[in-house]
């Protein structure tokens, strides 16, 4: 059983910058491929970035592409999400997930998910 609780979420203004943790629980985190993906009300949940087991290959959604960057701490069974310049349309729940698949690093199948953590931009 793995165990994910997202951090780091908050308010900010358009153009501004948050950091978002993701700490795992469970013997498998340095084996999996980790992500995160967000959902805005009324939407599916769509995929934000992926890195796979150790960190050697990384994929983006083309709406964040240069803007977000994805990193893992497989040390601290931790990942991270740096969000900068950040737009009105960012705004949403931003869950962690990883896969069992190591090398996936567009998650194509989840093994697990976080609770979630809100980011709000405002313009």
């Known amino acids: 059983q793995v165990q994910l609780v997202e951090s780091g979420g908050g308010s900010v203004q358009a153009g501004g910058s948050l950091r978002l943790s993701c700490a795992a629980s469970?013997?498998?985190?340095?084996?999996?491929?980790m992500g995160w993906f967000r959902r805005t009300p009324g939407t599916n949940r769509e995929f934000v970035a992926g890195?796979?087991?150790?960190?050697?290959?990384?994929n983006y959604a083309d709406s964040v592409k240069g803007r977000f960057t994805i990193s893992r701490d497989n040390a601290k069974n931790t990942g991270y999400l740096q969000m900068n310049s950040l737009k009105p349309e960012d705004t949403a729940v931003y869950y962690c997930?990883?896969?069992?698949?190591?090398?996936?690093?567009?998650?194509?199948?989840?093994?697990?998910w976080g609770q979630g953590t809100q980011v709000t931009v405002s313009s």
């Open positions: 997930a990883t896969s069992s698949s190591g090398g996936d690093t567009r998650l194509l199948l989840v093994n697990y």
């Open positions: 469970g013997r498998t985190f340095s084996t999996d491929a």
């Open positions: 890195i796979s087991r150790g960190g050697g290959s990384t």
